[in-house]
């Protein structure tokens, strides 16, 4: 049973930051990649970035200069370093696995970031 945990949301103003983490059940080694996602009150999920077992990066064009991918894979965790929140950052955040690349099998409960004056 593979188990995904975040932690790290909050609540904070526009133009600060948070950093997220992601800590899996077993070895990340086992995943081809691993991916955030978040999804908005009424709004479909969508995705955030991605990071491979290679520590290749890749991001959402809206995110692309705020946010920044990490993984340890000592730790078995990733992490998603957010900068200059904006209120339409505001969602719930969701770790996701993939095995081969290709679907994401694996996602844990998410954890709420909420950018407000």
């Known amino acids: 049973q593979v188990e995904l945990v975040e932690s790290g949301g909050g609540l904070v103003q526009p133009g600060e930051s948070l950093r997220l983490s992601c800590t899996a059940s077993i070895n990340i080694f086992n995943f081809n990649a691993m991916a955030w996602a978040r999804q908005a009150p009424g709004k479909q999920r969508e995705w955030v970035a991605t990071?491979?077992?290679?520590?290749?990066?890749n991001y959402a064009a809206s995110m692309k200069g705020r946010f920044t991918i990490s993984r340890d894979n000592t730790k078995n965790t990733i992490w998603l370093q957010m900068n200059s929140l904006k209120p339409d950052d505001t969602a719930v955040y969701y770790c996701?696995?993939?095995?081969?690349?290709?679907?994401?099998?694996?996602w844990g409960q998410g954890t709420q970031v909420t950018v407000s004056p």
């Open positions: 990071i491979t077992i290679s520590d290749i990066p």
């Open positions: 996701g696995a993939s095995r081969y690349g290709t679907t994401y099998e694996y």
